[in-house]
């Protein structure tokens, strides 16, 4: 099937433009959907993965390329597997099937009028809902593409500073579009609720990673999200799991390091002030074998 949104990619806030039935976007994709893994992933916020883990889909290809992506290897070396339209319905069919909690599309904006086409077409055979993974660099106008077919939104909110959005990952305008994400996501989403066993099955998790040195611009963020949203429709959760890779560039030796105690505490007390409610981390999680291996199982 042809997607005509593929023609002249504006999916994302890049707005490349790509006719990615001709050659790659600046996601690095072209115009079918691939994927490195999907696999039952137990290592999401607790309401996320609650009994048997998330249904996880790692597609491949991003339209931030941080660079410090622990998931480089599918960002932006373009590794994965090809799913046509029928391929991709049986993924989330099958993660289903043995016992998902609900179906994660991680990192899938390049890919979104083809996840629509597949879940109108298998909604009626799904029973558990789907959660939006993504790096917060969205568009308006392609989340309203998905309107009644996500059920849960989980974004991160990366920056505040545009300084920061610009050295870490090439988008300044970071911030404003992660801000109308937010509230276009929380619009769609409503409420937060759940079911008896503490599983989420509508609403809005904010995510953000704390980087080293950056605790103040955290705080911000914290701050604003504080101001423009209630618990009543998100919960925040503090990531504490950077992980100073080697492939790392040299340029940035402020990132050749983990976050401190003080840094992270910082922010997680500055968010409790604020009266925000959600997850926290253990240092532990900071450690390379939290990545996925992407080894195309379950595609």
């Not at 998931?71 to 016992?99: C, M, T, W, Y």
């Not at 993974?133 to 991160?156: A, R, W």
């Not at 080293?212 to 705080?219: A, E, K, Q, T």
Request: aromatic share 10%; hydrophobic share 35%; glycine share 8%.
């Amino acid at each position: 099937m042809m997607f005509p949104e593929y023609s002249a990619c504006t999916l994302c806030p890049r707005k490349c433009g790509a006719d990615r039935y001709n050659c790659t976007g600046f996601c690095g994709m072209g115009a079918v959907t691939a994927a490195a893994k999907a696999s039952l992933h137990k290592w999401e916020e607790p309401c996320i993965s609650y009994k048997n883990g998330a249904g996880t889909v790692f597609f491949s290809g991003c339209s931030l390329r941080c660079v410090y992506c622990q998931n480089h290897e599918i960002s932006s070396e373009r590794f994965g597997k090809e799913l046509p339209e029928s391929s991709l319905a049986d993924v989330f069919l099958r993660l289903q099937d043995i016992g998902a909690d609900n179906i994660e599309l991680v990192t899938p904006t390049h890919f979104v009028p083809h996840i629509v086409y597949t879940l109108e077409k298998i909604r009626h055979k799904l029973t558990i809902p789907v959660v939006y993974n993504t790096g917060g660099y969205e568009l308006v106008s392609t989340l309203k593409m998905l309107d009644g077919l996500v059920d849960i939104y989980l974004p991160d909110i990366k920056y505040f500073s545009p300084e920061l959005a610009s050295r870490y990952s090439a988008a300044p305008d970071y911030f404003d579009y992660a801000a109308e994400t937010v509230r276009e996501m929380i619009r769609q989403a409503g409420e937060l609720r759940f079911n008896d066993e503490g599983g989420l099955v509508r609403g809005t998790v904010i995510r953000h990673l704390v980087l080293p040195g950056c605790r103040h611009d955290s705080m911000r963020i914290m701050e604003w999200i504080a101001e423009n949203t209630s618990p009543e429709q998100v919960l925040v959760s503090i990531m504490n799991q950077y992980t100073p890779f080697d492939f790392v560039p040299e340029s940035f030796p402020e990132l050749k390091r983990r976050v401190t105690k003080m840094e992270y505490n910082s922010v997680v007390r500055r968010a409790s002030e604020l009266g925000l409610e959600g997850f926290t981390q253990e240092k532990s999680s900071a450690d390379a074998g939290y990545v996925p291996d992407f080894d195309l199982s379950g595609l």
